[in-house]
């Protein structure tokens, strides 16, 4: 597609159920990024996906959190037993792929705002 | 761990002001610095800075990369109530695809 697709654009939730978070990016792009971004803050990292694997995954919170690729293009980030503290809004973008320079533009989505209640 | 300090954290100023926004960081092994701007939800890529000394410019934004002081700037000349946004600096770690982002600067032009 044109940009990077994210949805639901707002997903509100109750404590204790499961969400799934789904990001669409540009076409070709072989590199996917997920980020998580509170209130007042920065994006935070999350997880890094090359192709249908997760190149690091060192930014993911606890067990609770898990990404997949399964084709390489559409991922989904999933959620389970949700808190409140997961409440933020969830980025995902995605880059041609990582350059040998190290220098990475990522280009973002518009993000999914979850709510936990 | 690496580590991006964005300052002031909010500035109000009128159309036609001059602002200076900062970047600082501490990383591991520096690759490169970006600079996005985030309106409603999405960042959007402004600059990529690899080398000190080297202004990067695009209209009225400009910015610079000082790696022996670990700092960048960013200034935006002759503000506009568009320019009303969160400015994000990030520099990539060990990993490519992880960024580490500083918290931004709330930047409000009034007109």
């Known amino acids: 597609g044109a940009g990077v697709s994210q949805t639901p654009s707002n997903k509100v939730t109750e404590k204790g159920k499961y969400v799934e978070l789904r990001c669409d990016p540009i076409?070709?792009?072989?590199?996917l990024y997920w980020y998580r971004q509170s209130l007042g803050q920065g994006p935070e990292f999350l997880i890094y996906?090359?192709?249908?694997?997760?190149?690091?995954d060192s930014g993911l919170p606890n067990d609770r959190f898990f990404a997949v690729r399964p084709e390489g293009s559409v991922s989904t980030l999933k959620i389970q037993r949700t808190e409140r503290g997961d409440s933020a809004v969830y980025l995902c973008?995605?880059?041609?792929?990582?350059?040998?320079?190290?220098?990475?533009?990522?280009?973002f989505g518009a993000g999914s705002r979850l709510t936990v209640l | 761990e690496d580590k991006v300090v964005q300052s002031p954290l909010s500035l109000v100023v009128h159309e036609g002001d001059t602002v200076t926004l900062n970047c600082s960081y501490e990383v591991t092994n520096f690759r490169s610095l970006l600079w996005y701007k985030q309106e409603k939800k999405a960042p959007t890529f402004l600059f990529m800075l690899?080398?000190?000394?080297i202004e990067k410019k695009s209209g009225r934004l400009s910015s610079i990369l000082d790696k022996k002081e670990l700092f960048s700037i960013l200034n935006i000349t002759a503000t506009q109530t568009g320019d009303s946004a969160v400015y994000l600096c990030?520099?990539?770690?060990?990993?490519?695809?992880?960024?580490?982002f500083g918290q931004g600067t709330i930047l409000t032009v009034h007109p």
């Open positions: 990030a520099v990539p770690g060990t990993s490519y695809g992880k960024l580490t």
């Open positions: 076409s070709g792009h072989t590199a």
């Open positions: 996906f090359q192709g249908t694997g997760a190149a690091d």
């Open positions: 973008a995605s880059s041609p792929s990582p350059p040998p320079s190290g220098a990475n533009v990522l280009t």
């Open positions: 690899t080398s000190s000394g």
